[in-house]
């Protein structure tokens, strides 16, 4: 986690001229420092209680006959929220999908760092940390959002 946050740091240090920082923000110099101290901070700070970040990547079919890119995100995503619902049995892990810094996630330093071919794609970290004791949980679930409605 921490080799690929500082090599997300370096990527920027290298590019952030041409492509800003983070998501696509642009500035002068000082304010890329003042971004590039915080998120240097982030290491040990917001990421360090994480106990995993996992690379959520999309690994494209090989062959002759491919399927729709679109399937194969979609597919990837349905993974990702398989991952989300059975977190939810553990009452004190919090998850989420982080997209990352959205230039380095789609460079090829990280395709490099992840062993990832050229067509493939990642789309970001699951992110998978313990609850600090004593924080409520917040997650909720809405029966409405469980209603159907079976049509013939």
Same mark, same amino acid.
């Given at each position: 986690?921490?080799?690929?946050?500082?090599?997300?740091? &370096?990527?920027?240090?290298?590019?952030? =001229?041409?492509?800003? $920082?983070?998501?696509?923000?642009?500035?002068?110099?000082?304010q890329f420092q *003042?971004? @590039?101290?915080?998120?240097?901070?982030?290491?040990?700070? @917001? $990421?360090?209680?994480?106990?995993?970040?996992?690379?959520?990547?999309?690994?494209?079919?090989?062959?002759? =006959?491919?399927l729709p890119?679109?399937?194969?995100? *979609?597919?990837? *995503?349905?993974a990702?929220q398989?991952?989300?619902?059975? +977190?939810? &049995? /553990?009452?004190?892990?919090?998850?989420y $999908?982080?997209?990352?810094?959205?230039?380095?996630?789609d +460079?090829?330093?990280? =395709?490099?760092?992840?062993?990832? !071919?050229?067509?493939? !794609?990642c /789309?970001? /970290?699951f992110?998978? *940390?313990?609850? =600090?004791?004593?924080?409520?949980? @917040? @997650?909720?679930?809405?029966?409405?959002l469980? &209603?159907?409605e079976?049509?013939?």
């Amino acid at each position: 986690m921490r080799e690929m946050q500082k090599l997300t740091l &370096k990527y920027y240090d290298q590019h952030w =001229k041409t492509l800003g $920082w983070g998501s696509g923000k642009v500035g002068t110099e000082e304010q890329f420092q *003042a971004w @590039r101290k915080m998120t240097h901070e982030e290491i040990d700070g @917001r $990421w360090g209680p994480c106990s995993y970040m996992i690379a959520i990547t999309m690994q494209r079919q090989s062959g002759q =006959k491919l399927l729709p890119e679109w399937e194969e995100a *979609a597919a990837t *995503a349905m993974a990702v929220q398989n991952m989300h619902l059975q +977190s939810t &049995k /553990f009452e004190n892990l919090a998850c989420y $999908w982080s997209s990352w810094h959205d230039s380095f996630r789609d +460079s090829n330093e990280m =395709k490099h760092f992840l062993n990832m !071919k050229m067509e493939d !794609k990642c /789309f970001g /970290f699951f992110i998978v *940390a313990q609850m =600090k004791s004593g924080q409520k949980d @917040r @997650r909720k679930r809405d029966t409405a959002l469980l &209603k159907v409605e079976w049509r013939e």
